[in-house]
T-cell receptor
Framework: EAQVTQNPRYLITVTGKKLTVTCSQN?????MSWYRQDPGLGLRQIYY???????DKGDVPEGYKVSRKEKRNFPLILESPSPNQTSLYFC????????????FGDGTRLSIL | KQEVTQIPAALSVPEGENLVLNCSFT??????LQWFRQDPGKGLTSLLL?????REQTSGRLNASLDKSSGRSTLYIAASQPGDSATYLC???????????FGKGTRLHILP
């Protein structure tokens, strides 16, 4: 089954403790992206990647890092999480950079205390 | 900077009615516009993608149109059903930077 898999689905942690949210897709997609979704602000793009070893900042990259060492994986790293990073996070992928529909994961709900 | 607006923020209509959701964007330099559906507690499901060179796309009871020059798109839902209740989001992909910008969505409730 074609899918985008995020882990963990839920996480409660404390300020300053490094964490990684993994994202993996099994569709051989080139384009992958991370979003956060907050009430009243909607979905905002954090980082995206057009292909292996190519990453670019989205609208809200501060406080986040990503890497794209393999085509299927696109982890989101919070080196020193803060409470304002409490949010619902989505990973998405699509075939090619443009004009292909995005496939979304089920989301990761992060709470930073 | 691209801005995407969806009006109304929420909408309730009786079952069986046809309805239109609106999406507007400020920068016409886009590759495409995509409509998504999001159910509570779930991820997003792609409904329709319209390339910048296209005027509309159809899938079943859904029809999406795009007027790039005026920065507008509509999602038309025919013969609405209670199962159509969800939040509908539009997103544009810029052709200057490949960034994807979402609107805040329209929360749709179909009354049985």
């Amino acid at each position: 089954e074609a899918q985008v898999t995020q882990n963990p689905r839920y996480l409660i942690t404390v300020t300053g403790k490094k964490l990684t949210v993994t994202c993996s897709q099994n569709m051989n997609h080139e384009y992958m992206s991370w979003y956060r979704q907050d009430p009243g602000l909607g979905l905002r793009q954090i980082y995206y990647s057009m292909n292996v070893e190519v990453t670019d900042k989205g609208d809200v990259p501060e406080g986040y890092k990503v890497s794209r060492k393999e085509k299927r994986n696109f982890p989101l790293i919070l080196e020193s999480p803060s409470p304002n990073q409490t949010s619902l996070y989505f990973c998405a992928s699509s075939r090619g950079a443009s004009n292909q529909p995005q496939h979304f994961g089920d989301g990761t709900r992060l709470s930073i205390l | 900077k691209q801005e995407v607006t969806q009006i109304p923020a929420a909408l309730s209509v009786p079952e069986g009615e046809n309805l239109v959701l609106n999406c507007s964007f400020t920068d016409s330099a886009i590759y495409n516009l995509q409509w998504f559906r999001q159910d509570p507690g779930k991820g997003l499901t792609s409904l329709l993608l319209i390339q910048s060179s296209q005027r509309e796309q159809t899938s079943g009871r859904l029809n999406a149109s795009l007027d790039k020059s005026s920065g507008r798109s509509t999602l038309y839902i025919a013969a609405s059903q209670p199962g159509d209740s969800a939040t509908y989001l539009c997103a544009v992909e810029g052709n200057r930077d490949d960034k994807i910008i979402f609107g805040k969505g329209t929360r749709l409730h179909i009354l049985p």
